[in-house]
């Protein structure tokens, strides 16, 4: 088992320079799981969106076949209520997808999934902004000679700042409305339909893709500055690391 890096040890803690290179490299790792809990996240997002056809069977099942299956069947348990139940959730998201399943189960949570992006996007653009307290990203480092990316992520930015973080993009989302009775007597009505706006059609894909660059980068940098590292430990700070105890944990 490894054991924790003893950066509080005397023989560390004076070492400015080693300290930086330790606090920039665990910043890199704690992005590095980041990254990969938001791609995680938005691929849970992007497989309920998604509109997914049926599979088109290109050619009919042999007799034989068919016939073994219905012996096979015969034999089987019947089918518990849990199985019947599968069985139909299953088919309708078969004919319509996860989407339309998801609406009909549970509307409010459909209708959350911007909210839920916009966490993501937010989480995103931290690691970029540095607001977090840890060493950011630079975008020109991460999507080097990808111009498509870049654009990409310039639209993540502009969302998070225009529409999530300080709602520039939302000043129309309540507008008026008011109703008229057969008494003509007019009514506001302050409970009228909101417009708003959604991105995560439109953006998961690219999103999708801005992840993956970012994680394929933070591997690249962690295994430069795991190098850098140990390159700069001296021989009395190799020797405290060789003569501790190994961990159990």
């Known amino acids: 088992m490894s054991n924790r890096f003893p ?9 400015k320079s080693l300290q930086r290179e330790i606090k920039s490299l665990e910043d ?14 938005l691929l849970e997002i992007a497989n309920l969106i998604e509109t997914k056809s049926a599979p088109k069977r290109t050619s009919p099942i042999p007799p034989d076949l068919l016939a073994a299956f219905n012996d096979i069947n015969k034999e089987a348990p019947s ?28 509307p409010k949570l459909w209708l959350s999934l911007e909210v839920l992006f916009s966490g993501i996007v ?16 630079e975008h020109s480092n991460v999507f080097k000679n990808n111009s498509d990316l870049k654009v990409a992520h310039e639209k993540l930015n502009m969302l998070r700042n225009k529409q999530y973080a300080h709602k520039e993009f939302e000043d129309d989302r309540h ?18 339909v909101q417009h708003a706006k959604h991105y995560h059609h439109e953006l998961c894909k690219d999103f999708l893709r801005c992840l993956g660059a970012v994680i394929s980068y933070l591997e690249q940098d962690i295994r430069k500055r795991e190098v850098r590292l140990i390159e700069k430990l001296s021989k009395d700070q190799k020797l405290v690391l060789l003569q501790l105890p190994t961990s159990d944990q």
């Open 7 to 15: 950066k509080d040890h005397q023989a560390f803690v004076g070492d």
């Open 28 to 41: 890199r790792i704690e992005q590095r799981y980041q990254a990969h809990q938001l791609m995680q996240s």
């Open 79 to 106: 089918p518990t209520q849990f199985d019947k139940d599968r069985d139909a959730i299953w088919e309708m998201v078969r004919r319509s997808g996860k989407q339309y399943v998801l609406a009909f189960l549970s």
């Open 122 to 137: 937010v989480s995103y653009i931290q690691m970029f902004a540095g607001s977090d307290g840890r060493s950011k990203l």
């Open 175 to 192: 507008q008026l409305s008011y109703f008229v009775d057969n008494q003509d007597v007019i009514t506001i009505d302050v409970n009228g």
